[in-house]
């Protein structure tokens, strides 16, 4: 069965760089998060879109900004990275109720 | 958006049964209580989800109090794959952020 899928798995950026995440939700899935878990860390929410609106708002910071596009694919923009950026990015998607996680991304800071 | 408190960790060993016990007292009447499975550097994973009484699926059990302050994951016949975090989730099923407490490290042991 096809899953959520997320690009990059991996990703190094300096500090003050940008960085641009995307997410690939479960075909017919109308709605998209993303989670931010550093290590040791329980994920935190920042976001999610359902039909392509911002349907809820999390602990994302101002430096980020996401957005749902046609295809349903989405795609979180940080910038102006900080260190206590690096952490996993985790999209997952849903239809009604029950979120189904991608992989992550893992974002690294130098 | 109602808090759960689960063990921080548990230790099991290999064929046994474990329960994991999560508090949520101030549980609202819309809330469902949702248990995800997280292993190290991958997404949660769905484990099950209900609102009162008992739930069973392939991998599960939720057993659910009449007051519904509080959820027990029932894991039949353990292995050392389930070693992994858990994590009890309460929410509106209309609410679309999930707020991930502190879950529960399970150890299984051979």
């Known amino acids: 069965a096809a899953g959520v899928i997320q690009s990059p798995r991996h990703l190094i950026k300096e500090k003050r760089e940008t960085a641009t995440l995307k997410c690939y939700p479960i075909p017919r899935h109308d709605t998209v998060y993303w989670y931010q878990q550093g290590p040791g860390q329980d994920p935190q929410f920042l976001i999610s879109?359902?039909?392509?609106?911002?349907?809820d708002k999390g602990s994302i910071p101002d430096r980020f900004s996401a957005q749902q596009f046609s295809d349903y694919h989405s795609e979180l923009n940080m910038s102006s990275l900080e260190l206590g950026d690096s952490a996993l990015y985790f999209c997952a998607s849903s239809f009604h109720n029950e979120q189904f996680f991608g992989p992550g991304t893992r974002l690294t800071v130098l | 958006l109602a808090k759960t408190t689960q063990p921080i960790s548990m230790d099991s060993y290999e064929g046994q049964e474990v329960n994991i016990t999560c508090s949520h007292n101030?549980?609202?009447?819309?809330?469902?209580i949702t248990w995800y499975q997280q292993f190290p550097s991958q997404g949660p994973r769905f484990i099950i989800q209900?609102?009162?009484?008992?739930v069973t699926n392939e991998v599960a059990s939720l057993f659910i109090p009449a007051d519904r302050k509080s959820s027990t994951l029932s894991l039949p016949r353990v292995s050392l794959s389930d070693t992994a975090v858990y994590y009890c989730?309460?929410?509106?099923?209309?609410?679309?952020?999930?707020?991930w407490g502190a879950g529960t490290k399970l150890i299984i042991k051979p």
């Open positions: 209900g609102y009162k009484t008992k």
């Open positions: 101030n549980i609202a009447t819309n809330d469902y």
């Open positions: 989730l309460v929410g509106d099923r209309s609410n679309y952020q999930l707020i």
């Open positions: 879109f359902y039909e392509k609106m911002q349907s």
